[in-house]
């Protein structure tokens, strides 16, 4: 038997080697938790005299294999007790348990790596040496965790090392508890609350932070609260999925009814049965404790690493919880000499902390006024497209769902006035309003009284240019260098910006306002680098201090708003998204199968997306040239059997009409192909063409889907809203019925699928048989674009191909069903050669799924090492010839970092008569930055990389 030679990587190679360069001392102790270090460091400079010497490490430093066997021998293997507690299980640091149960052996040193998530692993116990009661002994020191049970984990390494410290059996620490963070005093009551009861916030923390004293952020966050007229509770958990957590904290919860959730841990809780935050049916609202620095958010586009992205950001949304931003920073305390150590602190961010308290206010707010007093704004997009696009949203019939959305409201018991028919809607949106009395003191605290007859929104000019001189001097710069002074933008006359709206008793309905340039529309529309004018900020200024809106709605899928410059995740005060809307709720109806854009609104502007179904589907038909065709197959059909004269000529005539349409050129027929081959493919072609199901017409919001309606009444009254998966009905997805539920998308770590690398690798394998058909070779290079939407909706299958192309199998962890690896296939398994895959990745692609383009860029790097023909590894061959060429093995491209779109129809906008060369141009203009793993390719311009790819 012949074993095939293969190769895997893991995900940790695809970081930067560093060495921590610290001295070897008796006992190590190592951790994923900064929580579970700083405790640990503490309790042992309390006593340190007692105890051995000691070094701690994080293990996120300690990911590349190189930094591991690095600190393995000069630390590790001379230490006399080491501790991992290992958050994730094996998978997450496989090589180091691996190494260390190998140096273990080879030292003597006793090794006890424990859980970090309470749930046993049998992986880690074999490649412990201490014996399980103690080392159970030392799980529960951790588990439990504060200064107590960690000064007697210390003296219990120190007696086992040979000292005379006495130690005690570890003490229980409540999975659930109350504590005070921060000083404060809050108001009698909250403000607008319309009810003499304290609004109350719960702010929820992990245990390991509070024992660790690690609570500045909190108290920062309670006492902004608290200042806004907040009743404050701050409590603990070891994690919402811990049962000893669950009971007290749902108790509490039935008892002290508060009217929003402050949440800081981090994954989803959610089981069959639901989150135990459910059970409190109001708003929760995420708030991350970072890991980064400051200094590394500030100076970055994403806002959030791969990591804190997953766990903080896309596994909580699985939970229905509201995305607020982020809350504090890690930053370094002061350096601990004895340890060679400085641990990590998280350190509140006070714009944030402001930010977080002024949402927690506002969904405050919406919940606790009355129906009748809520004032709403109604949003629908104006999508620069063909004429008749005013309102428009993607599969949602905008002025028919206004309508149904305005009943719904008006039989919850909002004042909601007539609304004008769906024509008369669109004409009275789009008309130019006359101009009125200017509305006057409008950023004044006090409600300005509108007119009930008033059919234009109206800000002075002095309103606005008062509220202009507090924006952020860079983005003020930004958008009078785009679009000069307020007095030069259209929408400005007699002195004040003026948009026809629709007031319908406490509702406004109005047509999104232009982003950009009015001559450019099409092209500003997406354009992630261009500010909004003045005539936006305006209008959403008069939206928030003039009509002072309690929530927004906007209409289908979708606006600008959430597309607006800043951070991709996780926006800061200068970010345009943020400047514009403030802390206003957004409840965002969103067509069910577009999750990726979904998570855009979700992410960028806090929205509640409310899914809604997609057209029905028919089958396509046959049409025009294409019925034609069919008739005369019908004809040549009866023909071939009665008449065979007959039948030659209506298959010259079949092929002939197929040359005439193009249909021929686009199904590759060759003129001197064989007649019957040729009728036969074109015969399949057409009947599949007839049975590809397609949308019919538009769907009305909560028409047929009445849990439509009522996902958005349960927003607008700032209840729990139920989560629900995004994806296609069409291919299959009926997890995501029924809909009106609060969208989500992934998990990004578990792209691609197991599912997806089945499609995905049998698409690869037929890309190459039809190649080697049609050409009569394996094809040797291959591009191919991924884009975000698509990528969720199917679970990764572009990306699969793309694996499976390259010779290369994704590994999964069998318990959380991420991605952890990849497996090298062998030529022999392969039964074909390699190909050389260029990845052309969009800007939602690249912002959600960072580890999967490292990923990728490492397994292009491994192909690109290894020993093997160039006939069998292009890519190799290619690497090969340009040794000295840093970008040679790049194939990863996209847009600028923070930039989105291929730049093609700012081109056609500027000139529609642009030629195939100068639109091929402008593509390889907006493709040319690098991505992979590592700093140095996070978005490197690559002009000649990416041109040579394309050649």
């Known amino acids: 038997m012949h074993l095939l030679r293969s190769e895997t990587r893991s995900l940790d190679e695809t970081v930067e080697a560093i060495d921590l360069a610290q001295t070897p001392a008796e006992m190590v102790f190592l951790s994923f938790s900064d929580s579970d270090l700083a405790g640990v460091a503490n309790a042992w400079e309390r006593n340190k005299e007692s105890f051995p010497s000691l070094r701690l490490a994080n293990l996120s430093a300690l990911r590349h294999p190189f930094s591991i066997d690095r600190y393995v021998e000069s630390v590790i293997a001379r230490a006399r007790f080491v501790i991992v507690r290992l958050l994730g299980g094996l998978d997450y640091w496989r090589y180091g348990v691996e190494e260390l149960a190998r140096a273990a052996q080879a030292h003597g040193f006793t090794l006890a790596i424990v859980p970090g998530d309470g749930r046993a692993d049998a992986r880690l116990e074999a490649a412990s040496t201490l014996p399980r009661p103690e080392r159970e002994r030392l799980f529960a020191y951790l588990q439990n965790g504060g200064a107590e049970n960690l000064h007697e984990l210390l003296a219990f390494v120190a007696q086992r090392l040979g000292r005379p410290t006495p130690w005690r059996e570890p003490r229980l620490v409540s999975a659930f508890g109350f504590f005070e963070a921060g000083r404060r005093e809050a108001a009698a009551t909250f403000k607008h609350s319309g009810s003499n009861r304290p609004a109350h916030v719960l702010i929820l923390l992990y245990r390991s932070a509070y024992l660790a004293a690690d609570t500045a952020p909190i108290a920062a966050l309670a006492e902004a609260l608290a200042a806004r007229g907040f009743r404050v509770t701050c409590a603990y958990v070891t994690s919402l999925k811990d049962d000893e957590a669950i009971a007290p904290l749902a108790e509490f919860l039935a008892e002290g009814k508060p009217d929003v959730v402050m949440n800081t841990t981090a994954f989803s809780a959610r089981l069959d049965a639901g989150s135990v935050l459910d059970a409190a049916d109001c708003p929760v609202i995420q708030a991350v404790l970072c890991g980064s620095t400051f200094e590394q958010w500030q100076v970055g586009q994403r806002g959030l690493s791969a990591a804190d992205l997953a766990m903080n950001v896309v596994l909580p949304e699985i939970d229905g919880r509201i995305f607020g931003g982020i809350l504090s920073f890690k930053g370094e305390t002061k350096r601990q000499e004895a340890l060679e150590f400085t641990h990590l602190a998280h350190q509140p961010e006070a714009s944030r902390v402001a930010h977080l308290a002024d949402l927690a206010a506002a969904w405050t707010r919406l919940r606790r006024r009355q129906p009748a007093k809520r004032r709403l704004a109604c949003i629908l997009s104006d999508y620069p497209g063909k004429g008749g696009r005013a309102g428009y949203a993607v599969g949602l019939d905008t002025p028919q769902s206004v309508a149904a959305i305005a009943k719904g409201l008006q039989d919850a018991g909002y004042r909601i006035g007539p609304i004008p028919e769906p024509a008369e809607l669109i004409a009275t949106l789009t008309q130019s309003a006359e101009p009125t009395t200017k509305i006057e003191e409008a950023l004044h605290p006090a409600v300005f009284p509108l007119a009930e007859d008033r059919d234009e929104a109206v800000l002075s000019l002095s309103d606005y240019r008062r509220f202009f001189a507090r924006l ?303 050409h009569g070779d394996w094809p040797r290079r291959i591009i191919i674009d991924l884009w975000g939407s698509a990528t969720m909706r199917t679970g990764g299958d572009d990306l699969a191909q793309a694996f499976s192309l390259l010779g290369v199998r994704p590994l999964w962890d069998n318990v959380s069903t991420r991605v952890c690896g990849f497996e090298i296939l062998p030529p022999a398994k392969l039964g074909r050669p390699r190909v050389d895959v260029t990845l052309r990745i969009s800007g939602l692609f690249r912002d959600v799924f960072p580890t999967q383009i490292a990923l990728f860029d490492e397994a292009v790097r491994a192909v690109a090492r290894l020993d093997e023909d160039d006939a069998d590894n292009p890519l190799a061959a290619v690497v090969r010839a340009s040794p000295a060429e840093a970008l040679a093995p790049a194939r990863v491209f996209g847009a600028a970092p923070g930039a989105y779109g291929l730049g093609l129809a700012r081109a056609l906008g500027e000139d529609g008569s642009l030629s195939r060369e100068a639109l091929g141009e402008a593509y390889l203009g907006a493709t040319s930055h690098a991505y992979g793993a590592g700093a140095a390719l996070e978005g490197v311009e690559a002009a000649s990389a990416f041109r040579a790819r394309v050649a």
Not at 742 to 755: G, Q, Y
Request: aromatic share 6%.
């Open 472 to 774: 952020p001097a860079p983005f003020r710069a930004a958008v009078h260098s785009a679009f000069g002074d307020p007095e030069h933008d259209p929408c400005l006359r007699d002195g004040a910006f003026r948009f026809p709206i629709v007031r319908a008793g406490t509702l406004v309905i109005a047509l999104q306002p232009d982003r950009g340039h009015v001559s450019s529309r099409k092209p500003d529309y997406h354009d992630v680098n261009l500010p909004p004018r003045h005539a936006y900020i305006a209008f959403y200024l008069w939206l928030r201090k003039v009509w002072r809106i309690d929530a927004m709605i906007h209409c289908g899928t979708h606006g600008t708003l959430e597309w607006l410059p800043g951070k991709s995740v996780a926006l800061s005060q200068d970010c345009a998204p943020e400047l514009v809307l403030g802390a206003v709720p957004v409840v965002y109806p969103f067509i069910v199968n577009n999750p990726g854009e979904a998570a855009q609104a979700k992410r960028r502007i806090g929205a509640v997306t409310i899914g809604h179904m997609t057209p029905r589907l028919i089958d396509a038909g046959s049409h025009g040239a294409t019925a034609e065709l069919e008739g005369l197959f019908d004809e040549y059909a009866n023909a071939q059997s009665l008449d065979r004269r007959r039948a030659r000529l209506l298959s010259q005539a079949i092929l002939g009409k197929a040359a005439e349409t193009g249909l021929a050129d686009e199904l590759g027929l060759e003129t001197n192909q064989d007649p019957m081959t040729a009728l036969t493919k074109l015969d399949a072609w057409l009947c599949d063409l007839k049975e590809m199901r397609i949308g019919d017409g538009l769907h009305t919001f909560g028409e047929g889907t009445p849990s439509e309606i009522s996902g958005l009444l349960r927003a607008l009254d700032g209840r729990f809203v139920e989560p629900g998966p995004a994806g296609a009905p069409s291919r299959g997805r009926l997890d995501v019925l029924p809909t009106g539920r609060n969208l989500f998308t992934i998990d990004p770590r578990a792209v691609p699928t197991r599912t997806a690398w089945e499609i995905g690798s049998r698409t690869a394998s037929e890309v190459m048989t039809r190649h080697a058909q049609d």
